[in-house]
């Protein structure tokens, strides 16, 4: 038992505190009691109440299964032992009649890798190399090898010892998580290297193996590379899915190569492969960066032409380009346009071009958009509304002003204090007393007049023709 002791001790972690002066007892019937816990410092936990509680939980001659619900049930949510679960678990293994098995290897590898215990999750590994599942005892390893590192890859690499120890060759899958994190850590070489090993092993690349690789040469600025990783995806007979098309495009974009991205999303609808939100957010941000507003809009118009733009593109970030360069009549029909194929626009991308409009003094087009998006249920804001509402009454259109307030309210969006303000202040200009009046007893009913004084002014307003203070 010393032997087996002193074996394992060297693949732990060095202690959390100086070991304890406590001994064990050396000779027992029972089986607990005679094998030596763990010689680390409990702090102010002593090694008598660790000792009891094992007695207490776990039997004699307990199995994996009984070591297994332990550790789950009991020493994982115990306030003071939970931390010793590794030292419990390698305790374990130095009673001769016990043995490990991969139920056991599973919850001890997912906890220490989840809990980023990175140096003690390589010491079980080897372990679990030099003293195997007894499910491996035969001529196969056991089944449950493999996912038991695919978990650990997510910590660490652990390829090679994962190699020696299952039969055949890894996954693609395995290959592929591999692959993924030295994509993320950008070790490109090293990519490739796995890539190499790979197709040496005759273990066959899957979409996401290319997709993979493809985003590795685009982020180390190799966008040679990536278009040669697509043409072999082709030849070794792997479709290339939106998540491809869309790499390479931000690639050729990042590498300034702005006809070869344009004309993969063409190669895109060519080979059947339908566009995304992502790839659409691409294209467009992509040119919009670099001033090709215009290009980005005549791509638009065409992908929608051809039944291409997928449901629910939000093309705020064109229509807000667009106004930025004073160009509200070329977002108009943009919008207009799109919305006609059926690609209706977003609240916030019809706002923005209502306040477009109304900085350039077309407040008769930005009340038609917003009564046309209030009857296709697209609500504003209501500063945006209000705004509007101004505007209609210091031109002499208080009444269509109110009949857009009437529509907006009967589509869900409630008008406030300040919307009957400008209202009533728009019919005390024109001189419609009896409108305004209505108005003013609304506002009564809803409790948007704060005090007397308030609705005097508003009064004294209508009936002298709209000599009250005017609403700002």
Excluded at 112 to 132: C, E, K, W, Y
Excluded at 215 to 234: I, P, V
Excluded at 400 to 416: F, I, M, V
């Amino acid at each position: 038992m010393k032997m087996a002791m002193d074996k394992l001790r060297k693949t732990l972690p060095k202690p959390l505190h100086p070991p304890s002066q406590f001994t064990p007892p050396t000779a027992s019937p029972n089986l607990i009691s005679s094998t030596p816990i763990p010689t680390l410092s409990l702090a102010n936990t002593s090694h008598h109440q660790l000792h009891q509680f094992l007695k207490a939980h776990l039997t004699p001659s307990f199995t994996p299964q009984d070591l297994l619900i332990f550790l789950k049930n009991k020493l994982h949510y115990h306030p003071k032992f939970s931390h010793f679960d590794l030292h419990i678990f390698t305790w374990a293994a130095t009673i001769d009649s016990f043995r490990h098995d991969h139920s056991t290897y599973e919850w001890m590898v997912k906890t220490l890798a989840i809990t980023d215990r990175f140096d003690d999750l390589h010491s079980l590994l080897q372990g679990m190399v030099s003293n195997p599942c007894p499910c491996s005892d035969g001529i196969f390893s056991c089944p449950r090898s493999e996912p038991i590192f695919r978990f650990a890859l997510n910590a660490f690499y652990c390829f090679a010892s994962m190699r020696r120890m299952i039969d055949g060759k890894p996954s693609v899958a395995m290959h592929n998580i591999l692959i993924n994190g030295y994509v993320k850590c950008r070790e490109h070489e090293k990519v490739m290297t796995v890539y190499e090993k790979m197709i040496k092993d005759r273990v066959k690349p899957d979409v996401f193996t290319f997709n993979s690789l493809i985003s590795s040469c685009c982020r180390n600025s190799q966008f040679g590379l990536a278009l040669e990783m697509f043409k072999e995806m082709k030849v070794k007979g792997c479709s290339p899915n939106v998540v491809s098309f869309n790499t390479l495009i931000k690639g050729s974009f990042r590498e300034r190569k702005f006809e070869e991205g344009v004309g993969m999303a063409y190669e895109m609808l060519e080979l059947g492969c339908e566009f995304s939100n992502v790839t659409c957010e691409i294209l467009v941000d992509g040119l919009c960066r670099e001033g090709r507003v215009l290009k980005a809009c005549d791509l638009l118009i065409d992908f929608s032409g051809k039944g291409a733009l997928p449901n629910g593109f939000d093309y705020f970030c064109l229509i807000e380009a667009l106004c930025g360069e004073e160009n509200v009549d070329r977002a108009l029909e943009l919008l207009d346009q799109l919305w006609r194929k059926g690609n209706a626009p977003s609240s916030i991308a019809c706002t923005t071009l209502i306040e477009g409009l109304r900085r350039f003094g077309k407040t008769e087009e930005a009340f038609q958009l917003m009564e046309k998006m209030l009857r296709e249920g697209i609500l504003p804001d209501s500063v945006t509304c209000n705004c509007l509402l101004q505007d209609l009454c210091e031109v002499g259109r208080s009444f269509e002003a109110n009949k857009l307030r009437l529509l907006a309210s009967s589509k869900g969006l409630n008008s406030d204090g300040m919307t009957f303000n400008i209202l009533v202040n728009g019919y005390s200009r024109e001189g419609k007393r009896k409108e305004g009046k209505r108005l003013l007893d609304e506002m009564l009913d809803l409790g948007f007049i704060p005090d007397l004084a308030s609705y005097n002014r508003l009064m004294n307003g209508l009936s002298n023709g709209g000599s009250s203070h005017r609403h700002k």
